[in-house]
């Protein structure tokens, strides 16, 4: 039974889930990294919402790791290459809290304008302020939005919805999507000069850090409200302190810090300075949707094998899963064996399907042959990380797909070429189990299994019983021998499965046997 440590406060809807799921789960929060670091080898998912970082030091600590789950849209606490290069799915909830968001940042935008917080507080105290809040409307006023993806269209949809101008700036959003939601595309400094008020709605991200910064803060019109519901790191907060002193921003709210928790900032107690803590997402019903929605997606990848909303991995459905388990693990034999026999490096490679398979999601498919090939180099490369190795290293991968529907069995074909020449396996599921039905040109029908000899030589008479017999006098045991040749007379190959690995003085007996050509020893 898979076991998920919850390490961040979340709806009690998650560890129902769990629990229904039958996936044993532990709802531990508040522990400190090295506590975490203690006990997570003992899961296979850990589900976070921003509090806990699962770093690359925590991460390598979870040896059975197979998922981190977090429940919520922002990934910044996850460090998603260590995951990646560790074979963890780093997933989300992208619709879960969107909704909530916008309606948090609205409501800051609102409390902003009118200076709520403040007034709500001194009347309060009993000095009915009347005199000190004159703010201003929203109505007519052109609001800039900056990230225009899930919740910075929700937002452009609620500002219309109050009479607002809306400009948005995002190197993603079209100009037909901008259309579509009633905002104007601008260029960022354009959006700065422009806006009376400025919500800020997108990841961070090297290219979105500090993009409030005192420069651009300085092209704004005086009076510009800022409103930050995405993630601190987005607004140069000195700059900030200092435009709200200078009453040149006439206010701002903040709901995310560079460093959380705040508990003390040079923000705090400025006037016309309005601060949440991170609570974007905090109502019943975002965290309601958010720990469902994390629960199901973790269980169904570690029950299932299906992955969705994953940073690091394609996604594969619950109806794909069960169906693609076969292919996955024929390709991740065929890419091992084959990349324990290549000796250079690999240049290119390019996966053909053939029948069935090409009906199925081959991306997990090629992800395995991938992890199988690069893995006699990188003995710690997965199917999560391998895409992204492969790209790193410029190999060039490429699919086909030959849809031969009268075909009963389907095929896969590994063309790779490396710095030396060309290689091809090819290989089929028969009866539920993988086969290589080509290796290296030559036909052959062999099982896979976890120790072989691939042995190339001249076909010639009493070549099998020389190989025999020095298998034989060294006490290693045959458990099957396939054997396939060109042609008659040209080169023949034998892959024999042996109930032990063999040793090197064994692989140079074998070597030394007229007519051989190469000998190489497959493990898997
Ligand atoms: N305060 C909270 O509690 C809270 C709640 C939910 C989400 N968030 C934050 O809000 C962010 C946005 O959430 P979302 O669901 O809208 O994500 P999203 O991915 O749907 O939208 C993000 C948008 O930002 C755009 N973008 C990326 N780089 C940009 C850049 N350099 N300049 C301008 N735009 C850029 C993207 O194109 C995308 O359209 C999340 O990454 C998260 O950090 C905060
Ligand atoms: O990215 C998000 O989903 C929000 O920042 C929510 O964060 P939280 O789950 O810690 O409230």
Not at 185 to 211: C, N, W, Y
């Amino acid at each position: 039974m898979p076991k998920v440590l919850i390490a961040d406060k979340m709806s009690s809807a998650a560890t129902q889930v769990f629990k229904n799921r039958g996936v044993d789960v532990d709802v531990i929060t508040g522990l400190s990294k090295e506590e975490l670091i203690d006990i997570i080898g003992e899961y296979d998912g850990l589900a976070v919402r921003s509090t806990t970082r699962p770093d690359a030091e925590i991460i390598k600590a979870a040896k059975n790791l197979k998922v981190i789950g977090r429940a919520g849209i922002g990934v910044d606490n996850v460090d998603i290459k260590a995951a990646t290069d560790q074979g963890v799915v780093v997933m989300n909830t992208p619709f879960g809290n969107a909704v909530t968001t916008a309606e948090h940042a609205i409501a800051m935008l609102f409390s902003a304008a009118r200076q709520i917080p403040s007034a709500s507080t001194r009347t309060q105290n009993g000095e009915w302020p009347k005199s000190d809040f004159k703010g201003v409307e929203l109505f007519n006023k052109t609001l800039g939005i900056i990230g225009c993806g899930n919740i910075g269209a929700l937002v452009a949809e609620r500002a219309l919805g109050l009479k607002m101008k809306v400009i948005a700036f995002d190197p993603y959003l079209t100009a037909e999507r901008a259309v579509k939601l009633g905002a104007e595309k601008v260029e960022l400094d354009a959006l700065f000069q422009r806006a009376d008020a400025i919500t800020l709605h997108t990841p961070l991200v090297d290219s979105t850090k500090g993009i409030v910064s005192r420069e651009r803060l300085g092209m704004t019109k005086k009076g510009i409200i800022i409103v930050n519901c995405a993630r601190g790191g987005l607004v140069d907060e000195e700059a900030l302190k200092d435009a709200l002193d200078a009453g040149h921003v006439r206010a701002a709210a903040l709901d995310v810090f560079a460093v959380e928790p705040a508990k003390e900032h040079p923000l705090f107690g400025t006037p016309n300075f309005i601060a949440t803590p991170h609570l974007g997402a905090s109502t019943l019903e975002a965290q309601e949707n958010v720990a469902v929605q994390v629960a199901e997606q973790m269980a169904d990848y570690l029950l299932t094998g299906a992955v969705s909303n994953a940073l690091n991995t394609p996604s594969i459905t619950a109806e794909e899963a069960p169906r693609l388990k076969p292919f996955v693990n024929l390709a991740d034999n065929l890419g091992a064996m084959t990349g324990q026999l290549l000796h250079a490096p690999i240049k290119s490679v390019e996966f053909t399907y053939k029948g069935a398979v090409t009906q199925l999601n081959t991306n997990p498919v090629t992800a395995a042959a991938l992890a199988g090939l690069l893995k006699a180099a990188m003995p710690d490369v997965n199917m999560v990380s391998a895409p992204v190795l492969a790209k790193e290293r410029g190999i060039e991968v490429k699919e086909s797909y030959v849809d031969e529907a009268e075909r009963a069995e389907s095929l896969i074909r590994l063309t790779v070429t490396t710095t030396e020449r060309k290689y091809v396996v090819v290989g089929t599921i028969y009866r539920g189990e993988p086969r290589i039905v080509r290796l290296f040109g030559v036909p052959m029908d062999a099982a896979f299994s976890p120790n072989m000899v691939y042995v190339r030589n001249e076909d010639k008479p009493g070549f099998i019983g020389r190989l025999g017999a020095v298998l034989g006098d060294n006490k290693v045991n045959i458990a099957t021998f396939s054997l396939g040749r060109m042609k008659k007379g040209d080169e023949a190959v034998c892959l024999v499965s042996v109930d032990e690995p063999i040793s090197e003085s064994v692989a140079q007996q074998i070597k030394s046997l007229d007519a051989v050509k190469i000998v190489d020893v497959v493990s898997l």
